[in-house]
């Protein structure tokens, strides 16, 4: 008899004999009088390279996660409860003290089996966590080592961000930095070794009553930005946006009368 004809024909008997724990005995586990309930886990602000670490707020203000046991798995948990479809592990340097350790994080209905944990659970919103208490681990972390997040929906894409727009009359210039964000991650377009080539002038293009407008692009190294510059057409009182590879970036450049 084949292995194949073999599972076949225990199939039923295995699913009869595997039981998992159902909606409501996920939803309803009766964690409410625990000392977790009366705090959150929540992550906070992306820093530079779009890492949020992960914080429990409790009554004594925000704690931090030491990062022992922190996996992508519960790093997408926390994600998709923030609305995003994808998420990865990382770890940051923090300035508050741990509150716990080896927390894992799963999806709802992931369908884990409870009975397994000997550890406390607890439940935030669409996810679950167990935790041990960093006052009970058996290892220590430092402060670089507390557990953050790569947040992201799509996999590669470029990000404008810090963007300052002056004009006069004649003239305008756009100030603006670059990242490229790889699975979450922030990368400057203006570093040593940038993920990807930075888009020249000629994939910019501007336009105004029907004629190009010319544009010229510089990097400042010393600022770490990128500055478009043009001038507005003297015959055109129409607003202008600014494309990149047909796409708008800037929208409503506009002539300043006052400056």
């Not at 592990?89 to 397994?116: I, K, N, P, W």
């Not at 669409?126 to 799509?154: E, G, I, M």
Request: aromatic residues 12%; proline residues 5%.
């Amino acid at each position: 008899m084949s292995l194949a004809t073999t599972l076949t024909l225990l199939a039923p008997f295995l699913l009869a004999c595997t039981s998992f724990p159902t909606e409501a005995e996920v939803t309803e586990w009766p964690w409410t009088d625990s000392w977790f309930d009366k705090q959150q886990i929540k992550l906070g602000p992306a820093d530079a390279d779009n890492a949020r670490q992960v914080l429990v707020l409790s009554d004594d203000g925000p704690r931090a996660v030491c990062d022992d046991l922190w996996t992508d798995k519960s790093a997408l948990a926390l994600c998709k409860m923030e609305g995003f479809q994808y998420g990865r592990r990382t770890s940051v340097r923090s300035d508050v003290d741990f509150a716990y350790s080896s927390v894992e994080c799963y999806e709802q209905y992931d369908y884990v089996d409870l009975s397994t944990y000997q550890k406390p659970l607890f439940v935030i919103a669409n996810a679950q966590c167990s935790y041990t208490p960093y006052s009970a681990s058996a290892l220590p972390c430092s402060p670089r080592q507390a557990a953050a997040v790569f947040c992201y929906d799509d996999p590669w894409y470029n990000v404008f961000h810090n963007v300052q727009l002056s004009a006069d009359s004649r003239h305008f210039s756009i100030k603006f930095l670059m990242s490229f964000v790889k699975l979450g991650q922030f990368y400057s377009a203006l570093s040593a070794d940038p993920l990807a080539s930075v888009p020249g002038v000629a994939q910019y293009s501007a336009e105004a009553c029907g004629n190009e407008v010319k544009l010229s692009l510089e990097e400042s190294l010393r600022e770490n930005a990128f500055f478009l510059r043009g001038e507005f057409d003297e015959n055109c009182d129409e607003c202008l946006s600014i494309m990149l590879e047909g796409e708008t970036l800037f929208n409503n450049i506009c002539v300043n009368a006052d400056n």
